[in-house]
């Protein structure tokens, strides 16, 4: 069965450090690729996304992934953790391209410690 | 502002007491979808409409309705809602060419008691 497994449900990093969130799919065939952030009481908000084009893409406030296909992995990185990076954050794929369904993973929740 | 909306945003009821959750987009999508989010789930996709009158099926359908009768508009209905159903529920909504990045309500957090 298709899957997403984001590794860690809770990271805690200090500010200013290295942020490395991190997901894994399940496919033999590149997918569409995706990270959306939810901050409290609020809806999900894209970050960046892949789909078949350079294999390191650049999302917005500082955040960027990079598709690995012998890896099957689409590991979100920033290089330096602000407070303000601090909420959930979720790993979606589209596998199926006839109905554009999203399969989500479980979510990490990013703490920034002072 | 292009956007979706939710209605509505908080929501508490009793066992078996029929609801609607309202959803519209301005953005003249053709994709729409629900989503219900539970904690170390993530989010799981319960119906989607493909275009007018196109509705399906997703992971997680039991217990819920949904239509799809105009463009914009795209409500889950809640027939007899029973605790389990309890959860915070989002509406989505994409084009169906380009990158296929879906835009998301600012969710409904209902009770069920």
């Known amino acids: 069965a298709q899957s997403v497994t984001q590794l860690g449900s809770h990271v805690s990093v200090s500010e200013g450090a290295l942020v490395l969130l991190r997901c894994n799919y399940s496919s033999s065939v590149p997918p569409y690729l995706f990270w959306y952030v939810q901050y409290p009481n609020q809806g999900l908000q894209l970050l960046l996304k892949?789909?078949?084009?350079?294999?390191l893409v650049k999302g917005i406030n500082g955040f960027e992934a990079e598709f690995k296909k012998s890896e099957t992995s689409f590991h979100l990185t920033k290089p330096s953790a602000h407070m303000s990076d601090a909420a959930e954050y979720f790993c979606?794929?589209?596998?199926?391209?006839?109905?554009?369904?999203?399969?989500f993973g479980t979510g990490t929740r990013l703490t920034i410690i002072p | 502002e292009a956007q979706v909306t939710q209605n509505p945003r908080y929501l508490i009821t009793v066992t078996g007491k029929k609801l609607t959750v309202t959803c519209s987009q301005n953005m003249n999508h053709e994709y729409m979808s629900w989503y219900r989010q539970d904690p170390g789930l993530g989010l799981r996709q319960i119906y989607y409409s493909m275009n007018v009158e196109v509705t399906d099926k997703g992971d997680v359908p039991e217990g819920y309705k949904v239509s799809r009768k105009e463009k914009r508009n795209f409500p889950l209905i809640l027939e007899s809602p029973s605790p389990n159903q309890t959860s915070l529920y989002f509406c989505a909504s994409s084009h169906r060419t380009g990158g296929y990045e879906q835009y998301f309500g600012p969710g409904t957090r209902l009770t069920v008691t």
């Open positions: 979606a794929v589209r596998f199926n391209f006839g109905n554009e369904k999203l399969t």
């Open positions: 892949y789909t078949s084009a350079a294999t």
